[in-house]
């Protein structure tokens, strides 16, 4: 069974089962200003995992496109790629473990005929410190299946990824226990960092065993989420049972909900027996093209050719959903696909113009299921033609530059210059640097090294998430609304308590706009109390300032932070007040003012008398508030 069939075949098995199949989200959401793109099938339904209403009932299922940009340099691997399709599910409040263990089970193996002896589960072990119970009943739904099938079906405490390594695998083992750092979902990845007032709970992942050799590079032992190849995750089941109330608390959500993700090109690697899944039948054709232009076997050039192949098809999809290269966000990482795809067709010989040949292949591939493709198929070529074009110009000059080395030498930092500025992969400038006799330092490839690290370090940081607040403008009427913002936030929790967590914001130059999670309605006396704290800060003139902080520590340190693991690598925290007096502490990306006395000033710096005022409030859906403020 192919990728295209497998698509099909599971949105019918739900649909079967009273699913409403919706229509995948763009990569790029509008009115999320959070993240860059859509990274998971879970991201557009977290209002709705939050308690909003769908309008298409409580049981979703759909195919969503998705991009993660965090590790562009690191694809050419068998199994990672920077776009995918995400299989998935949703139970609001609907069935739940029983109903969705044996579901999946029954897709897997008996509709796309997966061998169930060559599939793995892994369970949550439990934590005795916030009361959460080893998920025994997820692991038994499991046993009872794999011993319908007359397989083996013993269970293991693992706990870590490292713990794993240690202790491996025992025959007979087929479902494994992990700690809340593999199987616990949250906004924020374990237990004790999931924010106050979210749900959560934990998770059943499936692995699929290729057979192939354990690399002991990767650890001693082998087991389910070892990272050496031989286990490939296809499909994640998240039983959202709990909602964190306080700090170490947690209870019992009413209604549970039912959160599955599943790689459609990994479940398709699986039905291949093959855990390459550039041979699945929705990139294998881009391969096949890439060697007829080249004359070259994939054998050969497998790194250069599944770098085309993913970047140019991603490229592709964010293309069609409006995208164009340029040197910001968005763009700028579609620039950086393009680039890198070019670059790596030189190193195959295809020296002309390629786009023209190799987007159409990809297009087609999905014309019949995605209609939108074939609606902006003859612009998705242009777009991406005119960028290969500009490109083109580009290495030619990059490599007139670098011909400027003649005599001088070249430095680690030069060849990352040429790199970073003129988009030349090192191996392009050693190769042109000895062709014409130019001296390389001997230590030019630590320096590079150290250079690359410190650039994916930021880029990582900067695809997983942009925060701005909900900003409009960037005027000073924006930051004193943006830091207006966050001193609401701060007295709302210190009114209503520390379960408020921010659901939206929308800010212009004349007011704001503020959603946040809460059961009840927010009395006038209650308002009054926030109006208060914020007009005491104001007077105060507390001052504003930021620090940067690794993620983690910052969540340790008190900040807090809406967008849980969409955050990057390290945050920037601002925070209004020092010492005694500190009225906020929190996640953000700017901007502000410097000082808070600046809510009641004009630009030149006079005093305006104005306040802080809360307007309306009323309920956004269900369980989120709104209200809406302004400074006058």
């Given at each position: 069974?192919?990728?295209?069939?497998?698509?099909?075949?599971?949105?019918?098995?739900?649909?079967?089962?009273?699913?409403?199949?919706?229509?995948?989200?763009?990569?790029?959401?509008?009115?999320?200003?959070?993240?860059?793109?859509?990274?998971?099938?879970?991201?557009?339904?977290?209002?709705?995992?939050?308690?909003?209403?769908?309008?298409?009932?409580?049981?979703?299922?759909?195919?969503?496109?998705?991009?993660?940009?965090?590790?562009?340099?690191?694809?050419?691997?068998?199994?990672?790629?920077?776009?995918?399709?995400?299989?998935?599910?949703?139970?609001?409040?609907?069935?739940?473990?029983?109903?969705?263990?044996?579901?999946?089970?029954?897709?897997?193996?008996?509709?796309?005929?997966?061998?169930?002896?060559?599939?793995?589960?892994?369970?949550?072990?439990?934590?005795?410190?916030?009361?959460?119970?080893?998920?025994?009943?997820?692991?038994?739904?499991?046993?009872?299946?794999?011993?319908?099938?007359?397989?083996?079906?013993?269970?293991?405490?693992?706990?870590?990824?490292?713990?794993?390594?240690?202790?491996?695998?025992?025959?007979?083992?087929?479902?494994?226990?992990?700690?809340?750092?593999?199987?616990?979902?949250?906004?924020?990845?374990?237990?004790?960092?999931?924010?106050?007032?979210?749900?959560?709970?934990?998770?059943?992942?499936?692995?699929?065993?290729?057979?192939?050799?354990?690399?002991?590079?990767?650890?001693?032992?082998?087991?389910?989420?070892?990272?050496?190849?031989?286990?490939?995750?296809?499909?994640?089941?998240?039983?959202?049972?709990?909602?964190?109330?306080?700090?170490?608390?947690?209870?019992?959500?009413?209604?549970?909900?039912?959160?599955?993700?599943?790689?459609?090109?990994?479940?398709?690697?699986?039905?291949?027996?093959?855990?390459?899944?550039?041979?699945?039948?929705?990139?294998?054709?881009?391969?096949?093209?890439?060697?007829?232009?080249?004359?070259?076997?994939?054998?050969?050039?497998?790194?250069?050719?599944?770098?085309?192949?993913?970047?140019?098809?991603?490229?592709?999809?964010?293309?069609?959903?409006?995208?164009?290269?340029?040197?910001?966000?968005?763009?700028?990482?579609?620039?950086r696909l393009l680039r890198r795809?070019?670059?790596f067709a030189n190193e195959l010989?295809?020296?002309?113009?390629?786009?023209?040949?190799?987007?159409?292949?990809?297009?087609?591939?999905?014309?019949?299921?995605?209609?939108?493709?074939?609606?902006?198929?003859?612009?998705?070529?242009?777009?991406?033609?005119?960028?290969?074009?500009?490109?083109?110009?580009?290495?030619?000059?990059?490599?007139?530059?670098?011909?400027?080395?003649?005599?001088?030498?070249?430095?680690?930092?030069?060849?990352?210059?040429?790199?970073?500025?003129?988009?030349?992969?090192?191996?392009?400038?050693?190769?042109?640097?000895?062709?014409?006799?130019?001296?390389?330092?001997?230590?030019?490839?630590?320096?590079?090294?150290?250079?690359?690290?410190?650039?994916?370090?930021?880029?990582?940081?900067?695809?997983?998430?942009?925060?701005?607040?909900?900003?409009?403008?960037?005027?000073?009427?924006?930051?004193?609304?943006?830091?207006?913002?966050?001193?609401?936030?701060?007295?709302?929790?210190?009114?209503?308590?520390?379960?408020?967590?921010?659901?939206?914001?929308?800010?212009?130059?004349?007011?704001?706009?503020?959603?946040?999670?809460?059961?009840?309605?927010?009395?006038?006396?209650?308002?009054?109390?926030?109006?208060?704290?914020?007009?005491?800060?104001?007077?105060?003139?507390?001052?504003?300032?930021?620090?940067?902080?690794?993620?983690?520590?910052?969540?340790?340190?008190?900040?807090?932070?809406?967008?849980?693991?969409?955050?990057?690598?390290?945050?920037?925290?601002?925070?209004?007040?020092?010492?005694?007096?500190?009225?906020?502490?929190?996640?953000?990306?700017?901007?502000?003012?410097?000082?808070?006395?600046?809510?009641?000033?004009?630009?030149?710096?006079?005093?305006?008398?104005?306040?802080?005022?809360i307007l309306k409030e009323g309920?956004?859906?269900?369980?989120?508030?709104?209200?809406?403020?302004?400074?006058?």
């Amino acid at each position: 069974m192919n990728a295209q069939e497998i698509r099909k075949k599971y949105l019918e098995f739900y649909q079967a089962r009273g699913h409403a199949t919706v229509q995948r989200a763009p990569l790029i959401l509008t009115g999320d200003p959070t993240t860059l793109f859509t990274g998971s099938g879970m991201q557009p339904m977290i209002p709705f995992l939050l308690g909003e209403a769908h309008p298409k009932g409580v049981r979703i299922a759909d195919s969503q496109t998705c991009l993660r940009a965090q590790d562009i340099d690191d694809i050419g691997d068998n199994r990672h790629t920077t776009f995918f399709e995400m299989l998935g599910n949703w139970s609001l409040g609907d069935y739940f473990k029983k109903e969705q263990i044996p579901w999946m089970f029954e897709f897997l193996t008996e509709v796309v005929g997966l061998d169930p002896a060559k599939l793995y589960v892994t369970c949550y072990i439990g934590d005795q410190r916030f009361g959460i119970p080893k998920d025994q009943e997820a692991a038994e739904l499991w046993a009872e299946l794999f011993a319908a099938k007359g397989l083996s079906h013993g269970t293991a405490d693992i706990g870590s990824e490292a713990d794993g390594y240690a202790r491996g695998m025992r025959e007979g083992e087929r479902i494994f226990y992990y700690d809340g750092s593999k199987n616990w979902w949250s906004r924020n990845g374990a237990p004790e960092t999931t924010p106050i007032g979210d749900p959560c709970g934990p998770d059943s992942e499936m692995f699929y065993d290729f057979g192939t050799p354990h690399d002991p590079k990767f650890g001693e032992h082998c087991h389910p989420n070892c990272d050496c190849g031989r286990f490939m995750e296809i499909g994640n089941n998240v039983f959202m049972a709990y909602k964190k109330v306080a700090d170490g608390v947690f209870e019992p959500l009413e209604k549970p909900n039912i959160d599955h993700g599943s790689g459609l090109e990994r479940i398709a690697a699986a039905a291949n027996n093959n855990p390459d899944v550039f041979k699945v039948s929705l990139l294998w054709p881009i391969i096949e093209k890439l060697q007829n232009l080249s004359g070259k076997k994939y054998e050969d050039h497998t790194e250069a050719m599944r770098v085309i192949a993913d970047h140019l098809r991603a490229a592709t999809f964010m293309a069609v959903d409006g995208c164009v290269p340029s040197n910001k966000e968005q763009g700028y990482v579609m620039r950086r696909l393009l680039r890198r795809a070019i670059r790596f067709a030189n190193e195959l010989g295809i020296k002309e113009e390629f786009f023209e040949e190799v987007v159409p292949v990809i297009a087609d591939l999905y014309v019949n299921d995605f209609p939108e493709v074939l609606e902006a198929r003859d612009k998705i070529i242009i777009t991406l033609m005119k960028e290969e074009k500009a490109f083109m110009r580009t290495l030619a000059k990059g490599t007139r530059h670098l011909l400027g080395f003649i005599g001088d030498g070249l430095t680690g930092e030069e060849i990352f210059t040429m790199h970073d500025t003129y988009g030349f992969p090192y191996e392009l400038s050693v190769e042109v640097a000895k062709r014409h006799n130019i001296q390389i330092a001997s230590d030019w490839k630590d320096e590079f090294d150290r250079l690359m690290a410190e650039q994916r370090k930021r880029s990582q940081t900067a695809a997983k998430g942009v925060f701005k607040g909900g900003l409009e403008g960037q005027t000073m009427a924006h930051k004193r609304l943006h830091t207006a913002n966050h001193l609401m936030y701060a007295a709302l929790r210190q009114v209503l308590g520390n379960h408020v967590m921010q659901r939206g914001s929308n800010i212009t130059s004349e007011r704001l706009r503020f959603d946040f999670n809460n059961d009840a309605k927010v009395t006038r006396e209650q308002l009054d109390e926030v109006e208060n704290l914020v007009n005491g800060w104001i007077e105060a003139d507390l001052p504003v300032s930021y620090k940067e902080y690794p993620t983690e520590e910052a969540f340790k340190m008190g900040a807090v932070g809406a967008f849980g693991d969409r955050y990057g690598d390290t945050v920037k925290v601002y925070q209004m007040g020092e010492g005694d007096i500190r009225a906020s502490f929190e996640i953000c990306g700017g901007p502000h003012v410097d000082h808070t006395g600046q809510l009641a000033q004009d630009d030149d710096g006079k005093p305006n008398g104005k306040k802080f005022k809360i307007l309306k409030e009323g309920s956004s859906s269900a369980g989120v508030r709104r209200v809406k403020a302004v400074l006058q």
